[in-house]
Every structure is written in C-alpha cells, then in structure tokens.
C-alpha cells in the first residue's frame, strides 16, 4: 500500500489538478486548514503583483463525500484566476475569432536559468510557452493542496510536519533587489516531528527515506541543494563529532543526523533543507538568443517575484509531508482510516 500524486495544468491554463491515490477510507479533511494553506503558499515579502489576481481555494471532483476519504482516487482542482486574461492564449482547443488578451504572441527568446531552451528543444517547440507554463512554479499550488491532505493523515499518527524560511527573507535585500529589477534566493527548513523509527528502508537506494525526501525537494522549482540534518557542515568534522550518540532509551541527546540513518528514520525529528536559487525571470533581462531568427536578444520578461523563500518554505512543507505519508502507508497499510493507525499503535507497543 502506497501513496501515488499525478498533477497536470499550465501557468496560465484554466486549472491546476491533482490526482492522490492510497488514501485510506474514513479521513476527514478540512477544506479550510487546505485553503490556508493555498494562501500562506501565496504570502511572503518580494511576491509579484499575480498573488493579488489569484485567490486559491480548493475544489474536490472525486474520492471525498461529506468531508470523508472514501478509500478512492482524490481528486483535487485550483483554479487559475489569471486565465481570463489568458483565454486566446491558453485556449486548449484551437481558439476562435481575433487574438485578444496575453499569450497571443509566440515566445521565442528563452530565459537563462529556466527551462525554456532546454525545453524547446527536448519537445522540440517553436513557441517556448508550451515549455514555460508547465515548467512554472505555479503549479506548485495543487501540490500544496495534496500536501495538506498528506498532513492531514500524518496527524492520525502524531507526525507534525512544519516548513519555514531561514535564509533570505531580509526585507531590505528583497527591497534593493527589486529597485535593481533583480532576484533573490534563500534557504527552507522543514522539521517532521513524531516521526516514528523504521520509516523508509536501507535495503535499496529507492526505498532510502533521506534520498526520497531529497528527490521530493529537488523536484521543486528553483530548489539547487538540499541537505538533511546537518548535511554539509558534517564533511568538515571528525567521525567522534559528527555523529548522534546512543542513549540508554534509544534515542539520541544530539540529531546531527536529521531524523535519518542509513536510510531509515531513527525516532528523532526529521530536518531537512533546501537552497532556492535566484528566481530565473528578471526584470532587467539576461542575454539571450531569438530562436526564430538566431540573433542575440534580450530574454523574455514576464510578471515575476523578487523572492519567493517563504512561498518555498510551503511547498517544501507538502512535499516532505507528501513522502513521509507515502512511506507510512507503505509501513502501517490499511484500507480503513481505523487500521492504518491500529498498525502504527501495533508496531509502536513492538518497539522496546
């Protein structure tokens, strides 16, 4: 039994989806403690001017009757505000009548530091938007919505999943940016309290809990490292200090590892952090090449935050959440609410 997250939508399309699978029948969900969190994903200082044309609220289509997981496939939906400026542009069918509001004109000069060029030319596209809206962060609110859902089963079994923003929220920096029609990056912590030991596996490199949690917060936009417990600084010390020592209770009075050894969580808090780069689309644009006429050119500008650390520290809360739900229900199973947490009551009263 596992969890499964298929999402699908464009920046600027009609709507973002998202699609779980292996919740268990019985969970209550709130829609509120969901939308909070679409709104916290949309806060944050050095956010650009589309946080005010986006009011995110989750829609359910399937798998949910009266505030109740039905054991089914969950569908979720977060609309796209912004795609009533965008319907020419980011029509799904081959649109009618003139060309009118954004989108109408091909892209054809790629950002550095986004997906655009590789994208175009992997998918062999003559208009960069077919690669951009997909690529965009934008998406990253439906998964915000499945990582509430995430959360929401973890607190079954006392897990408490809770991301914040620790580098790179200086309202002066993010200020000084801006006037230079710059960007900034900065660094997230997410800490997983709760956490029972023996989640994840050693047995092979795709069961490792720190590799799955790090593949999770790789795959977010703009995120270039990531580290767990004390990570990098640990290659600068001797073994004797580096490492968690071995109470008489079997837990440890340090956690430098993070929650994790070899592989699989040890009872401590899980810690984790992800480094964001500077966001790819300026303001003052990069040089670039026009792939339509192979000359130098200046790369495309389009509406963009300055910083977006605090907005990641969100998305790296669901995502954390998200795998550490996933690799439950792979340890405790259960079709029912009701025995998915009888077995991690179970394996609890096994552990000495």
């Known amino acids: 039994m596992t969890l499964s997250l298929v999402t ?29 969190d679409l709104r916290r994903r949309q806060e944050g200082y050095g956010r650009s001017p589309r946080q005010r044309i986006e009011s995110d609220e989750v829609e359910v289509l399937a798998g949910l009757r009266h505030g109740r997981t039905l054991g089914t496939p969950l ?22 009548g003139e060309p009118s509001g954004k989108g109408t004109k ?15 030319q992997k998918y062999g596209l003559a208009d960069v938007r077919d690669a951009l809206e997909r690529a965009s962060a934008r998406q990253t ?35 000084a940016a801006r006037a230079d029609r710059d960007t900034l990056g900065g660094v997230v912590e997410v800490r997983a309290r709760g956490v029972p030991p023996g989640l994840g596996s050693y047995a092979s490199k795709d069961t490792r809990l720190d ?28 073994g004797s200090a580096a490492h968690d020592e071995i109470e008489p209770d079997r837990r440890r009075a340090t956690n430098r590892a993070g929650g994790i050894e070899g592989g699989v969580s040890n009872g401590e808090e899980v810690v984790v952090r992800a480094a964001m780069k500077p966001l790819p689309t300026l303001m003052r644009p990069l040089r670039s090449v026009d792939l339509a006429t192979g000359e130098p050119g200046e790369a495309l500008v ?7 650390v605090e ?5 790296a809360e669901a995502a954390v959440a998200f795998e550490l739900a996933r690799a439950a229900r792979e340890k405790f199973g259960g079709d029912a609410l009701g025995d ?13």
């Open 311 to 315: 907005a990641l520290a969100v998305v």
């Open 302 to 308: 389009e509406r963009s935050d300055t910083s977006a």
């Open 75 to 96: 569908a979720l939906v977060v609309r796209n505000g912004d795609h009533a400026n965008w319907e020419w542009g980011m029509s799904p069918w081959p649109p009618e």
């Open 340 to 352: 998915f947490v009888a077995a991690h009551r179970a394996y609890l009263e096994r552990l000495p």
């Open 8 to 36: 699908a939508g464009e920046s600027h399309g009609p709507a973002l989806v998202a699609i779980l699978s292996g919740l268990p029948a019985g969970l209550v969900l709130d829609r509120e403690a969901i939308d909070r």
């Open 211 to 238: 590799a799955r949690l790090a593949a999770a917060l790789m795959g977010i936009q703009a995120v270039k490292g990531v580290e767990i417990g004390d990570g990098f600084a640990l290659a600068t010390l001797r």
């Open 106 to 120: 091909p892209v054809t000069l790629p950002r550095p530091g986004h997906a655009d060029l590789a994208g175009a």
């Open 141 to 175: 609110a439906v998964a915000v919505a499945a990582g509430a859902v995430a959360k929401a089963l973890l607190r079954e079994i006392g897990v408490e999943v809770e991301g914040t923003a620790v580098a790179g929220t200086d309202s002066a920096e993010i200020d």
